[in-house]
């Protein structure tokens, strides 16, 4: 039941709604990515990585990338499938800042559960635009013109009211409309 | 010869079986030219109607050529005749026959005694449809043998094409007994649930039969691209709420009849009452998933009409009989009772009132059937009715 119709914005990507989570993560890319390279220095602080400031917007410069890429591109599954590798990288760097005496390490294990939150939604949603992008759907069908009434439905309404409605069909006359008040009795078809 | 054949649940397989053979005097056999599958084929290939044995011939909606006749039909039948053959298998002599009601038929279901410990009474016996009603084969094959062939036979002309004539054996009276068990009067609003093949003809039937408001309700875009094609205001169930607008489209007040094409396999986007009917339907503490039934009870106005073609199997849960006591309401059912329509609906096809062929999406040759039962069930590729042709 999915199709390319009017409303889909690109082949194979009909489900509006892993399109949306697509470009919601486009967006929180640029708006994080800004913020590594806006506040490198702050943020090594609170993560106790002094002296890696360079690195950190390094990777603000990664994500804001990835961020355009996935807003601006036809098709964001490589993008998306590259947010899920930054996320891994994301991981690492802050594993390696859990070693030693780092005074930080409790925001830092705060920081690895939010990137690991973000990566598992990175990763459903590469996943389902994969699954969509190799096989383009199918145009939906046109049946606007499938009447049934050859004459068209201006000569076919009503064109049954000469059917008498067998009695054993009828409705129970004391549940009749008030519009119909002597509703004719027919007699019982000969079967 | 090859026939579709039920193997388990959705294991249907193109076999080669033996043909059959005239068994009983009043039998005949016939070469089928086309036949189709129909939404209640689905509820035996999901397996929700008991009954089924592997090695069972599917198939109800059936039509071709007499090729062989047994002694006692050869006055109603010869050799060539051109004929659909009804779902529903009939005596046309028995009390309930004499009455019209031909699809409890009391004589023609051979495993009678099974149905009546399950309903009570027996019901007719019915091609390809469990041994509840019978056991018989069905006739989505090269060949099929016609039980008490002088009576379940409908003669057709040769001026018109199998594809308009086909669903005589099914879904276009029984579009056609759902529209007339509402008794439809000229100011009614007909509500319709499900806008599959039954859906589409009970459209049809409820604007010939001159409703002044036909609407309908489903979620696969398609088929209600068809419906309002046939005239009628279609509800997506998806996307509106459907007790909400059909209380907008009849001034508060409710349609005054209700239709429920739909039947036990009723889809619910996340309802408390779907998930209470999966949950007991699992467990094995109810058979049928009844939400369609409820809705129609809530919303009918009071003093109007459920009429039930959709088909239930055995026990439901939670329905609202508060609401269809306290509002008066009549409800109608049952299998069709083909024959009692076909002749006044044949003379609308030829008259051109109605072209029942509209509602074919899909054409294919038997051994293609396997497959088409899957797309027909998961609503792919656009399919709302497949005709076989052995
Ligand atoms: N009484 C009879 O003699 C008789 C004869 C033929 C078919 N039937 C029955 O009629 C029913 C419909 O047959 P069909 O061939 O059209 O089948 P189908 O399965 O193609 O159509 C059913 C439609 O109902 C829709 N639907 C599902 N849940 C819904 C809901 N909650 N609200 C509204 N729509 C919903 C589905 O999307 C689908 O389009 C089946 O139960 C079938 O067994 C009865
Ligand atoms: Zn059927
Ligand atoms: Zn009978």
Known sequence: MRYETERTRRRGHADTATDTLARGLGIFSIAFGIAEIAAPRSLARALGMKGQEGLIAGYGVREIVTGIGILASKDPTPWIWGRVAGDGLDLATLATALEGRNPKKGNVGIAMAAVAGVTALDFYCAQTLSRESPHPLPPMQDYSDRTGYPRGIGQSHGAAQDFEVPRDFRTPEAMRPYSQPQAPQRPMPSM | ?390
């Open chain 2, 1 to 390: 010869m090859k026939a579709l054949v039920w193997h388990g649940t959705t294991d249907i397989r193109c076999d080669s079986v033996p043909d059959p053979q005239i068994e009983h005097p009043r039998d005949a056999i016939i070469k089928v030219t086309s036949c189709a599958i129909c939404g209640s084929d689905l509820h035996l290939y999901n397996h929700f109607m008991p009954g089924m044995k592997s090695g069972d011939i599917m198939g109800h909606e059936t039509m071709g050529e007499v090729v062989e006749v047994g002694a006692e039909s050869k006055g109603k039948l010869k050799v060539g005749d051109r004929v659909v053959i009804p779902f529903t298998i009939i005596c046309g002599e028995c009390d309930q026959c004499k009455r019209g009601n031909f699809s409890v038929c009391e004589r023609t279901n051979r495993n009678g005694h099974i149905a009546a410990k399950a309903f009570g009474h027996t019901t007719a016996g019915l091609f390809g449809y469990t041994h509840l009603t019978g056991g018989y084969p069905g006739g989505q094959a090269e060949y099929l043998r016609v039980p008490f062939a002088d009576a379940t036979h409908i003669k057709v002309p040769n001026s018109l094409s199998d594809e308009q004539l086909l669903f005589l054996s099914d879904i276009f009276p029984t579009g056609w007994q759902a529209a007339v068990q509402c008794d439809i009067e000229p100011t009614d609003t007909v509500a319709i649930w499900g806008a599959g093949p039954v859906g589409q003809m009970a459209i049809r039937s409820a604007i010939l039969l001159g409703a002044k408001q036909v609407i309908v309700i489903d979620r696969v875009p398609e088929r209600l691209d068809m419906a309002k094609a046939g005239g009628a205001i279609t509800i997506n169930l998806d996307e509106e709420s459907v007790i909400e607008r059909l209380n907008e489209l009849t001034n508060g007040k409710g349609p005054e009849k209700c239709i429920d094409a739909v039947g036990m396999e009723a889809h619910a986007t996340a309802t408390i009452d779907s998930m209470y009917d999966r949950v007991k339907q699992a467990t094995m503490m109810e058979t049928d998933r009844p939400h369609v039934l409820r809705e129609m009870a809530y919303v009918c106005r009071p003093a109007g009409t459920l009429s039930v073609p959709g088909v239930y199997g055995g026990l439901l849960d939670k329905i609202p009989f508060g609401a269809i006591m306290n509002k008066g309401l009549t409800i109608r059912t049952g299998q069709t009772h083909v024959n009692r329509w076909t002749d006044d609906l044949l003379r609308r096809i030829e008259e051109g009132q109605i072209d029942p062929s509209f509602v074919i999406t899909h054409t294919v040759p038997l051994d293609q059937g396997p497959d088409m039962y899957k797309i027909f069930r998961d609503k792919q590729d656009g399919c709302i009715k497949v005709v076989l042709k052995p």
